[in-house]
């Protein structure tokens, strides 16, 4: 029998997402699988939705909001499979995207994590901003893509269509071994949203696994569904939880000249916006670094390591993806990490 895989759907007042691309979801060709929806207490009728339209649908009804990290750590710890996917509701899914996924984790015991290409949904020949064909990480902590440098998405034509080793897989579409997610402590929930897939890819390739894209598997994303870009808190939360995940993730002897130099990046950042008339930007990253300031000082997911920290980072720039872009020019990813030594 094929491995069992859990598509985990974390839904808050998301009924036209549902009613939009479940039905992609539920044509999936493998013979193994489940659709659960968890449901972060909507407020919309997406309950009595999939009551009514999908009864053969699992639904995991939560409390409250409890946002990405603690929704699906809630989640799954009531699902059992060999692998979860984590799926965001406005993702419309190919047929034969999962079998790939799972013939990529079936190769290697030690993968623990991969992803589809993730294509836009509104234009299937661009690569959407949220994972692209994988996720990379610059050495000041600053997430990029194949297909995707910061705001410029490239047009698909084959270029990553190679199953390769990456830094994370995108949360927007992420199959992940169900043991090694546990294993490595599953996404901090400080978090709420936004940089907790990175996180926890960079805990598990520290405990000596690897993240993969899996390009055969394809999807479209629409993006953006909850917090659309350009929100204050969107940009709160990218702000504070990057430089979290600095902190927790680095060697001391990196942090301690890492740290101050992104504080820098950052204020220019928002006294660049400041002065362009974007004062909500200027707040939200204020308030992001004060909360911060806060998690250092209070928070107790500090501590949340892996067990080793002796495995091999892949899909790292041992450069400044800021500087390569916004001072080179560069604005394709294959023009980013030309001679990417370190």
Excluded at 279 to 290: G, R
């Amino acid at each position: 029998m094929e491995p069992s895989v859990a598509i985990v759907i974390l839904n808050w007042n998301g009924r036209h997402y549902l009613q939009q691309f479940l039905p992609s979801v539920l044509d999936t060709v493998y013979s193994n699988y489940k659709v659960v929806v968890a449901d972060n207490a909507s407020t919309d009728d997406s309950i009595h939705y999939l009551q009514q339209q999908y009864p053969q649908i699992e639904i995991i009804r939560l409390q409250e909001n409890y946002g990405f990290s603690i929704g699906y750590n809630k989640a799954l710890q009531q699902v059992q499979a060999d692998y979860y996917v984590l799926l965001n509701s406005d993702v419309e899914v190919t047929p034969n995207w999962l079998q790939p996924l799972v013939y990529c984790m079936q190769q290697n015991q030690q993968v623990a994590a991969c992803q589809p290409k993730i294509l836009m949904q509104q234009n299937k020949n661009s690569f959407e901003y949220a994972g692209a064909a994988g996720g990379w990480l610059d050495n000041l902590g600053y997430p990029f893509a194949r297909g995707r440098v910061f705001d410029i998405c490239e047009e698909d034509h084959g270029q990553y269509n190679d199953m390769v080793p990456v830094f994370w897989a995108s949360g927007a579409a992420m199959m992940v071994r169900a043991s090694v997610y546990h294993q490595c402590g599953g996404l901090d929930e400080y978090y709420f949203a936004h940089m907790e897939e990175i996180d926890l890819c960079w805990r598990m390739q520290l405990a000596g696994f690897s993240i993969m894209v899996c390009p055969a598997a394809t999807v479209y994303h629409v993006g953006g569904g909850t917090l659309p870009k350009g929100n204050q808190r969107k940009v709160y939360l990218n702000f504070r939880n990057n430089l979290i995940m600095l902190s927790k993730n680095l060697p001391i002897t990196q942090l301690l000249w890492k740290l101050p130099f992104r504080f820098l990046l950052d204020a220019i950042s928002a006294w660049k916006s400041l002065l362009a008339g974007q004062s909500n930007y200027f707040i939200a990253i204020l308030k992001a670094h004060l909360s911060f300031i806060k998690w250092g000082l209070f928070s107790k997911s500090k501590s949340i390591f892996p067990v080793s920290r002796q495995g091999k980072l892949q899909g790292m720039l041992h450069s400044s993806v800021v500087w390569k872009h916004f001072v080179s020019g560069k604005t394709k990813f294959s023009e980013i990490v030309e001679n990417n030594e370190g």
